[in-house]
């Protein structure tokens, strides 16, 4: 099944322990994106990559780190996480030129 | 100015109406748009996209762009409760990246 897989899907942890969500796609897809939602503000992006050893900020990028060492993996690396990145985070995926295929997401609690 | 803007609602419209959801972009080079359906707590699923080129209509659905006035409509026929949802509105610019608007949230009444 064509499908993007993020875990964990919840996630609570202290401040300033590091913690990596990980996402994977089986689809073959060039294109790698991470989201975070919060209420009133929509989907807002962290970190996108067009390809293997290739990403770019978004508009939200402080704080968080990715890679993309392989083309079906797109981690999210919090290093130190904050409060204010508590959050429901989506990675999505699309070949370049169409729509975003989404995770099922994981709400992260930072105290 | 955001990139892409949506009435965050709610709107409420009677079961069997017709729903009509607008967002309006700012980068007047988009080439494609997009709306997807969000429930509550879930991840957004795509509903349909066009391009620049013309409108489209699925089923109950129809998307519609004004390039003109910059604005992207979804009309939804024959409303049911379960298209009771967040409604997202994203446009891609032509480096590929999508933005998204913050969504309406649409409630359909029995």
């Known amino acids: 099944e064509a499908q993007v897989t993020q875990n964990p899907r919840y996630l609570i942890t202290v401040t300033g322990k590091k913690l990596t969500v990980t996402c994977s796609q089986n689809m073959n897809h060039e294109y790698m994106s991470w989201y975070r939602q919060d209420p009133g503000l929509g989907l807002r992006q962290i970190y996108y990559?067009?390809?293997?050893?290739?990403?770019d900020k978004g508009d939200v990028p402080e704080g968080y780190k990715v890679s993309r060492k392989e083309k079906r993996n797109f981690p999210l690396i919090l290093e130190s996480p904050s409060p204010n990145q508590t959050s429901l985070y989506f990675c999505?995926?699309?070949?370049?030129?169409?729509?975003?295929?989404f995770g099922n997401g994981t709400r992260l609690t930072v105290t | 100015q955001k990139e892409v803007e949506q009435n965050s609602g709610p709107l409420s419209v009677p079961e069997g109406a017709i729903a009509s959801l607008n967002c309006t972009y700012s980068?007047?080079?988009?080439?494609?748009f997009f709306w997807y359906r969000q429930y509550s707590g879930k991840s957004p699923e795509l509903i349909m996209f066009?391009?620049?080129?013309g409108d489209k209509e699925d089923g109950r659905f129809t998307a519609q762009l004004n390039k003109a006035s910059q604005y992207v409509s979804l009309l939804i026929r024959d409303s049911q409760p379960s298209d009771s949802a967040t409604y997202l509105c994203a446009v891609k610019p032509n480096n590929n990246d999508m933005r998204f608007g913050a969504g309406t949230r649409l409630t359909v009444k029995p």
């Open positions: 066009i391009y620049s080129n």
């Open positions: 980068d007047r080079g988009s080439q494609s």
């Open positions: 990559s067009m390809n293997v050893e290739v990403t």
């Open positions: 999505a995926s699309s070949p370049l030129d169409s729509p975003l295929h």
